[in-house]
């Protein structure tokens, strides 16, 4: 649901690192953005959303499925939309209208690339079996679709595996946007990502979004033995 790849030239490049392990691991990301959204390029993913407006004690779901075709927009067909009619139409409506806000912009001026972002290096944190480089990003500009934050690369691959921090102008909101996404890796490839989205809406207040995606079928990474 959330944008991310880039066609940031190399000569663009200028990677703030030191280490030569974290120099190999920024190149590695910055190689994967310019794939677009790996995980829904490999297959067809199903997508659960779970929403809520917790002030007002009322909550809604759905379920989908969105495939990719090569050089098209991907296509959501939604299987089930339960639970209150408020929030599906004030809460999950929103939620699609964001995404849709976000890859109507090209891609290369929003990627999280040093050509958009100051990247500082933040520190590195362990995440179970492997660890995490973690950077602190900004926008190196004002305009719709950039986000603030830390953006957590895996040490051995440099796949995003954490994004954390806020859109601030999206029309589609009618203000900040907080996020924080969470990619799950197998064999260096993402195959599943929770997102979780806060942001107000005047006369209902605050709403909660989860996002679950998982790759479906075939294409799903096999665990190395």
């Known amino acids: 649901m959330l944008l991310a790849g880039s ?5 663009d490049l200028n990677i703030p690192t030191n280490g030569p392990s974290r120099e190999l691991s920024f190149a590695q990301y910055i190689a994967s953005t310019t794939e677009g959204d790996r995980l829904t390029k490999s297959g067809p ?6 929403a809520s407006l917790p002030e007002l004690y009322k909550s809604a779901g759905l379920v989908a499925v969105r495939t990719q075709r090569e050089n098209e927009p991907g296509e959501v067909k939604v299987l ?3 639970g209150d009619g408020t929030v ?15 890859q109507s912009l090209p891609l290369s001026s929003v990627a999280i690339t040093p050509t958009n972002y100051k990247f500082h290096f933040a520190g590195e944190v362990k995440t179970g079996n492997s660890s995490a480089y973690i950077y602190d990003i900004a926008p190196k500009k004002n305009g719709p679709g950039l ?6 690369m895996d040490a051995g691959c440099g ?24 990619t799950k890796l197998m064999n260096g490839a993402p195959f599943a990502r929770v997102t979780h989205v806060v942001f107000v809406i005047p006369l209902l207040g605050r709403a909660e979004v989860t996002i679950t995606e998982i790759l479906l079928g075939e294409e799903l990474p096999t665990q190395q033995q």
């Open 159 to 182: 796949q995003e595996v954490t994004l954390t921090g806020y859109w601030k102008d999206t029309s589609a909101s009618g203000g900040r946007v907080d996020v924080v996404r969470d």
């Open 45 to 50: 993913v199903g997508i659960v959303i779970e």
């Open 88 to 102: 599906a139409d004030e809460v999950i409506d929103r939620v699609f209208a964001i995404n849709r806000q976000i």
């Open 7 to 11: 066609h940031a030239p190399a000569a």
């Open 80 to 82: 089930l939309i339960a």
């Open 147 to 152: 986000f603030s934050g830390h953006l957590w």
